[in-house]
């Protein structure tokens, strides 16, 4: 049986690749200080005799005193009200926890894995983005901690792996949703759908004309692992490569929820960019891989999945809704 470690594997998509890769028989290692993550997304795999969870700060060294095969390294706040409110602890984790778990994948001989981002392409100037584009990222901007965290990261990764022959692949992930988001997180598909099952505004920054290309999260994890188990060692995009703007999501999740909510505008964060879609050919040839839900079977997933328990969830650390469409995982 091989082992695999996931750190922020307590999160959103961390606990969906947890549950995925103990399916697929591995034993798993879960790695979260649960800044952001909560035990409720693993307490379904916590009796598993194959699942073991680890609460450490991976600004901190960490060691394991067993064989591991893989590295998925997740850990890092993903939303805007997280890394905002988190914004040193955002870049230490991009860089030291980066750090630490290349050190551990290399002591291991472990194939490493790093969640980077769409992030790291910025507001681009080419459509859709693949991953030959270096960006056009605003490095002092109120989201530069996140950006610039992701994007030391992969330079970290591609140093391990050109000089200390460290087995690396990079996930660049565009956005992602599906069951045990946060309703109060500040990324659009929680937000939406929790103003439209509570039969409130739904609220749309700007005109809603910016797009966003959103990918459930079982393709998204299915995605990572066969990049994981390929011999990929450059970036490779994983999203959903059908363009939607804001506006359409949220008339897509008011006519999926059967809400009667009436959609209104507010200003334009700063830094907002004005598309992101995914170019997935490498994902497609070097992978197989492309997603399969269509968003309107995504959202009504969420919906029947726990949203309506943990709906009743209390705002974290959040006095408004906060722009929402720059996340990711």
């Given amino acids: 049986m091989s082992t695999a470690v996931v750190t922020g594997g307590a999160g959103f998509l961390g606990s969906h690749l947890c549950d995925y890769l103990l399916a697929k028989g ?20 916590q009796s598993g005799e194959d699942f073991l969870f680890i609460n450490h700060d991976l600004t901190e060294p960490l060691f394991l005193d067993e064989p591991v095969n893989y590295v998925f390294h997740f850990a890092s706040p993903a939303s805007p009200i997280d890394y905002q409110r988190l914004p040193l602890h955002t870049l230490k984790v991009g860089s030291y926890g980066t750090h630490n778990m290349l050190g551990l994948a290399k002591f291991k001989r472990a194939r490493f894995l790093v969640a980077s981002s769409s992030e790291v392409y910025g507001d681009p100037q080419v459509h ?20 610039e965290a992701k ?21 660049r992930i565009f956005n992602t949703y599906g069951p045990r988001m946060r309703p109060y997180d500040g990324r659009a598909v929680p937000t939406f759908l929790r ?27 299915r995605g990572l692992v066969a990049l994981a188990e390929s011999d990929e060692n450059l970036p490779v995009n994983l999203g959903n490569p059908e363009e939607k703007t804001l506006l359409e999501l ?32 490498r994902a497609r040839q070097a992978l197989g891989w492309e997603p399969e839900v269509s968003l309107e079977d995504g959202l009504q ?22 722009p929402p469409g720059r996340e990711e995982s």
């Fill in 128 to 147: 859709p983005q693949a991953e030959t584009y270096w960006g056009n990222v605003n490095p002092i901007g109120p989201r530069g901690v996140y950006d």
């Fill in 195 to 221: 103003q439209a099952l509570e039969q409130k505004p739904v609220t749309v920054f700007g005109d809603g004309s910016q797009t966003r290309s959103f990918c459930y999260v079982a393709d998204l994890v």
């Fill in 26 to 45: 591995h034993r798993v290692l879960c790695i979260d200080n649960l800044d952001t993550g909560s035990l409720q997304n693993v307490e379904h795999i």
């Fill in 250 to 281: 949220a008339e897509t999740v008011i006519r999926v929820t059967g809400s009667s909510s009436e959609i209104v505008f507010e200003a334009l964060p700063v830094d907002d960019p004005q598309v992101r879609q995914p170019d997935i050919t």
């Fill in 301 to 322: 997933r969420t919906i029947d999945g726990d949203w309506e328990e943990r709906g009743r969830d209390t705002p974290n650390l959040v006095a408004r809704d906060q």
């Fill in 151 to 171: 994007r030391y990261a992969e330079a970290l990764v591609m140093a391990y792996h050109r000089q200390q022959g460290v087995d690396t692949a990079i996930a």
